[in-house]
């Protein structure tokens, strides 16, 4: 069956059915295009930055997706390419799913060396001590020789194999907890690659929407309790999507690479930057007013305008010119980050629609 096929409906059977107007109908087609460009959203910010199992690639092939189905082609054709990108859809959360599965894996087998290791260390203790309590049973037993003599040698060859005993016991004591030590900061150093792999965007490293969310929740909870403020600038890099298709999509990363470490170069050590969706990013300015966040922005427009990114890197000299748009807001008392980010992206879109390249705030719109 076609996925757009027509179902009949009551306006077919029964003519006294009013039918629904021409403004009706353009605000169900509206309603409808923005659920299935919320879908095409959740979809991509399901999919974990992780190189190993293709994210990048799929993330580049659902917009694809996205932007045919905008582009209204004809529904038989429309059809054919969403049952094709449901299959892909398909096999990527299969990778993804089997990746995290391998990692848990990974985890579990050096919880099971560790428990091993344990189980061996309680072992080699109980050894020892029947061998401590051996020794003592031979001590008594030459405590009841007449010979002072005798005792006096055996004691000294009991000690000496005291001695030894111990000795060889405190060495593999050390051994293991040597070897335990590494295995628990290897499984430290794998706990938190995990981490910064499921919090990091896995193409320009800085952090990706749900890290970003997450810090952004945050920091409005705490405002409420210590009073600081911070400042958003959502940007977005103008024309992105003529790049692409201009020059491809490798130079188009080569681009959100460059412009993400540009921007990190020009933030202080407590900002956060983060890739918000596709070429557009947030920044988050602890401490900043809204004029100093509108000066920040302008600072980081004029550095991106006047920054040439090369279009292929096997041919130097063959360079290109973007620039940014950004919308500034501010926390207010009483905020949400829904609230904070709708503010920001009103100004954003302001900034789009007035020229681009340049820094609208909450205020002027």
């Known amino acids: 069956m076609a996925l757009f096929s027509r179902k009949r409906t009551p306006c077919d059977t029964d003519p006294a059915t009013p039918k ?3 403004a009706q109908l353009a605000d169900l087609s509206e309603l409808y295009l923005r659920a299935i460009n919320a879908l095409f959203m959740f979809i991509t910010d399901f999919a974990l930055d992780i190189k190993e199992i293709g994210a990048d690639r799929f993330k580049a092939e659902v917009d694809q997706l996205k932007t045919d ?5 004809k529904s038989v054709h429309l059809d054919r390419r969403f049952q094709a990108g449901c299959r892909d859809v398909s096999a990527f959360i299969e990778r993804q799913k089997r990746y995290i599965g391998d990692r848990e894996q990974e985890l579990r087998d050096i919880i099971d060396l560790l ?17 401590v309590f051996d020794q003592s049973e031979k001590i008594e037993q030459i405590s009841r020789l007449d010979d002072i003599k005798k005792i006096k040698v055996a004691l000294q060859e009991e000690v000496n194999q005291m001695k030894s005993l111990v000795s060889a016991k405190e060495t593999a004591d050390a051994a293991q907890i040597d070897q335990l030590s590494s295995q628990v900061s290897e499984l430290k150093n794998e706990l938190q690659k995990v981490r910064q792999r499921s919090e990091t965007d896995g193409l320009t490293g800085v952090l990706n929407r749900q890290a970003f969310d997450a810090v952004l929740a945050d920091l ?3 405002r409420e309790v210590t009073g600081k403020r911070f400042s958003l600038l959502l940007l977005d890099l103008d024309n992105f999507k003529g790049i692409n298709d201009t020059y ?8 959100l690479v460059a412009f993400a470490q540009k921007c990190k170069g020009m933030l202080r050590g407590d900002d956060i930057i983060a890739r918000y969706g596709g070429e557009e990013f947030a920044i ?14 302008r600072q980081i427009c004029e550095a991106i305008a006047g920054t040439r990114y090369a279009i292929d890197e096997g041919a130097p000299g063959d360079y290109l010119n973007v620039t940014v748009s950004v919308g500034v807001s501010t926390l207010r008392k009483g905020d949400t980050p829904v609230k904070l980010i709708d503010r920001a992206d009103r100004a954003l879109y302001h900034a789009k629609g007035t020229g681009k390249n340049k820094v609208v705030s909450e205020k002027q719109i």
């Not at 428990?115 to 061998?131: H, I, P």
């Not at 491809?248 to 681009?255: F, K």
């Open 248 to 255: 491809g999509h490798l130079t188009g990363d080569r681009v």
């Open 115 to 131: 428990t091993m290791a344990m189980t061996s260390l309680n072992s080699d203790n109980k050894t020892f001590y029947r061998r």
């Open 284 to 297: 988050l300015l602890p401490g900043a007013s809204l004029r100093n966040s509108v000066k920040k922005g």
């Open 69 to 73: 189905f905008n582009a209204q082609l």
């Open 220 to 222: 409005v909870s705490r």
């Open 20 to 22: 629904p107007d021409a």
